[in-house]
């Protein structure tokens, strides 16, 4: 760790001691490594804060306005470089309005186009004025038919992993830290909202029936994390620092699951230290959104299929949440570096659920996820599944899987397991204070570990074998293994069923959606009649399910066994709600048989234009 980057984080610590709103912070700091899906030359010339001032055109599909890109230069450097994908650039200018000379160079596969600015002997300030693609691969522009109350249009962004560049012409590396803030315009009677403090939650008048919103985020983040959503969104408030922001017909139910969310805060702060965020609230999107939910600081986005009625999804948001710390205060400085995200967040979010809902519920979450990736693991490229990734030449939102995930959590149960709670809380917390506003390597986690952890304890070096984990294929042999016995009650009702037992004879009373989770799986491979699949739906009501896990574990099995009678629910499931992680499966499933290639055909037909294109991208990938 740099001294300024040491002093930030003490700076950032006595800020945060005094106030509860976030601390300002210094000049963000520079990378330490390249980044090969960036074009950005940032030792030249880097990106500090970015300034928008844009307006959302709803009828041509577009964000229309000016970048205003403060940056750190190099003495002597001439040039800027930024990432762009599919922007139409207008012109660029210095502080005093002066055109600067500017090339766009030729279009590469989705990392788009570097935007080469000349710069001025003097100034760090540079004006882009732009406007997006309708077809913008980060932007979905949703019909009032696509949202809950059918009236007003909708918009939302999806920054992760390298589509900012098709909103913002910045440099777009999680290694390149930047402030920002910006003005958006928005038709009445739609709210504009923000990974950022709202300076003006109701907006101000602005001309031609417009409101303005402003926004300022003075921590600096990684670009993938600048995120905005423009509809008719209403909020409200569950806590001190917390609330919710949804359509208004969603809001009663949104924030009804939601109800934990301040206890959720209070639970990850006692793990990772003080939340450095100021307020945390969640937007609940339109059913397109195509992931489970986004870090988006101050403001995570989620996807309504976690509105089971009974709060049984909500690990979802304390994923989310533990983003704050590993993510969003210690990001992953390449995308190859992932797990750094994800897994350490996974690990962080079933200690949010054992802390809230006890050990029972975090033991299953692990076990499903744990099952979920050894499953994975299998079908993979041994290559694939090392931590460390190597994304050359490789789109980073195909190379992410659950192996970041799993795998990274199940290091860091391990890790916990071999020093005990007492030793490894106190180096997490420190980790993070440590690498605050940061951008970091798995080297660097290493370096880490090795310093304020194992402190050169040879046995225990042994016993954690970091080696087997970052560069190594598989599931370590040394990995911890989450025992369920919840599951191991449920493994006994799956014995029964496939044993021939009749299901209105199962003990399935006061399960857990966990278990059902779990009893589903376990059937998906299991060779079932028509018969046995009409006992199954008609005793436990599956089909018609409003929990979307279960629903969608159910769908598995219907699709695996070419159970007609399910087909009307599973196109309903798919064209209702365009989450990748359930879009996927069901997609690959029924295109593996010439019963269901019509079908998945079929459906994705009329779905694909209700989906997200990352979602989209995915499925055309896969139905053909
Ligand atoms: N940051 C991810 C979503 C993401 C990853 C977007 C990679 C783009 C590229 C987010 O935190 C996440 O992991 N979401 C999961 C849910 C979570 C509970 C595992 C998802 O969307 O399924
Ligand atoms: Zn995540």
Same mark, same amino acid.
């Given at each position: ?6 002093? *930030? &984080?003490? #700076?950032? /610590? @006595?800020?945060? !001691?005094?106030?509860? $709103? ?30 928008l001032?844009l307006q959302a055109?709803f009828?041509?599909r577009?964000l229309?306005? *000016? &970048?205003? #890109?403060? /940056? @750190?230069?190099? !003495?002597?450097?001439? $040039? ?52 997006t693609?309708?077809?913008a691969?980060a932007l979905q522009w949703l019909t009032p038919?696509q949202t809950a109350g059918?009236?007003h249009p909708y918009l939302y962004s999806q920054g992760q992993?390298?589509l900012t560049?098709?909103w913002i ?13 910006a003005?958006i315009r928005a038709p009445?009677p739609l709210r504009v909202v923000m990974s950022a403090e709202m300076?003006?939650p109701?907006g ?7 409101r303005?919103f402003r926004f300022?985020m ?7 994390l600048i995120a905005i959503a423009a509809g008719d969104i209403a909020f ?7 609330g919710v922001y949804t359509e208004p017909?969603v809001l009663?139910?949104a ?26 609230d969640v937007l609940v999107l339109p059913p397109s959104f195509p992931f489970?939910g986004m870090e988006n600081p101050r403001l995570t986005f989620a996807t309504p ?15 989310e ?257 365009g ?33 997200h294109?990352v ?10």
């Amino acid at each position: 760790m740099t001294m300024r980057s040491a002093l *930030t &984080a003490l #700076l950032l /610590l @006595a800020a945060t !001691a005094c106030s509860r $709103e976030p601390a300002r912070s210094p000049m963000p700091p520079a990378p330490t490594v390249p980044d090969i899906h960036s074009f950005a030359r940032p030792a030249e010339a880097r990106v500090t804060h970015v300034a928008l001032d844009l307006q959302a055109d709803f009828t041509a599909r577009v964000l229309r306005g *000016t &970048a205003t #890109l403060s /940056l @750190a230069r190099a !003495a002597g450097a001439k $040039e800027v470089v930024l990432d762009t994908r599919g922007l139409k650039v207008r012109g660029v200018t210095d502080e005093a309005g002066q055109p600067l000379t500017h090339r766009l160079e030729p279009e590469v596969t989705y990392l788009g186009q570097a935007l080469v600015v000349t710069l001025p002997p003097q100034g760090d300030r540079v004006t882009v004025q732009y406007e997006t693609s309708p077809d913008a691969a980060a932007l979905q522009w949703l019909t009032p038919a696509q949202t809950a109350g059918k009236v007003h249009p909708y918009l939302y962004s999806q920054g992760q992993a390298i589509l900012t560049r098709t909103w913002i012409p910045t440099q777009d590396s999680p290694g390149i830290r930047q402030t920002y803030e910006a003005t958006i315009r928005a038709p009445r009677p739609l709210r504009v909202v923000m990974s950022a403090e709202m300076t003006t939650p109701d907006g101000v008048e602005a001309a031609d029936g417009h409101r303005a919103f402003r926004f300022r985020m003075d921590q600096p983040v990684p670009p993938y994390l600048i995120a905005i959503a423009a509809g008719d969104i209403a909020f409200r408030s569950l806590g001190p620092r917390t609330g919710v922001y949804t359509e208004p017909a969603v809001l009663d139910s949104a924030a009804h699951e939601l109800v934990d969310l301040e206890k959720m805060v209070a639970a990850a702060e006692s793990l990772g230290g003080p939340y450095q965020w100021g307020r945390y609230d969640v937007l609940v999107l339109p059913p397109s959104f195509p992931f489970g939910g986004m870090e988006n600081p101050r403001l995570t986005f989620a996807t309504p299929t976690i509105l089971a009625g009974d709060r049984s999804l909500v690990s979802l948001l304390a994923h989310e949440l533990a983003h704050s710390w590993s993510g969003n205060l210690v990001t992953n400085a390449t995308w190859g570096d992932f797990w750094l995200n994800e897994g350490v967040t996974t690990y962080f979010e079933n200690r949010i659920m054992e802390a809230l809902y006890g050990k029972d519920r975090a033991l299953m979450l692990a076990a499903l996820g744990r099952a979920e990736v050894l499953r994975d693991m299998k079908d993979m490229p041994p290559a694939d599944t090392a931590l460390v990734l190597d994304l050359a030449n490789r789109d980073p939102d195909e190379g992410m899987n659950q192996v970041a995930y799993e795998k990274g959590a199940a290091l860091l149960h391990t890790i916990e397991q071999a020093v005990g709670r007492d030793r490894f809380d106190p180096w997490l917390r420190g980790y993070f204070n440590r690498h605050a506003f940061t951008s970091i390597t798995s080297q660097e986690f290493a370096t880490d570990l090795r310093q304020e952890l194992i402190r050169g304890d040879a046995a225990l070096e042994a016993r954690i074998a970091l080696p087997s984990w970052l560069e190594q294929p598989g599931m370590p042999a040394v990995a911890a293994v989450p025992q369920s016995p919840a599951f191991t009650q449920v493994d006994a009702q799956v014995a029964r069923f496939t044993g021939g037992s009749a299901a209105s004879a199962l003990e399935v009373g006061g399960w857990t959606t966990q278990q059902w989770q779990h009893f589903l799986e376990a059937l998906r491979t299991t060779p079932l009649s028509p018969a046995r699949l009409r006992d199954l739906d008609a005793t436990f009501g599956l089909g018609a399910s409003g929990n979307s896990e279960v629903l969608f574990g159910w769908l598995r099995i219907a699709v695996a066994r070419q159970y007609d009678p399910a087909l009307p629910a599973l196109e309903h499931f798919l064209t209702a709600q365009g989450r990748r992680k359930f879009l996927r499966p069901l997609y690959d499933d029924l295109m593996q048989s010439p019963w269901g290639q019509p079908h998945a055909r079929r459906i994705y037909a009329a779905a694909r234009p209700g989906y997200h294109t990352v979602a989209a991208q995915t499925i055309d990938g896969i139905v053909k």
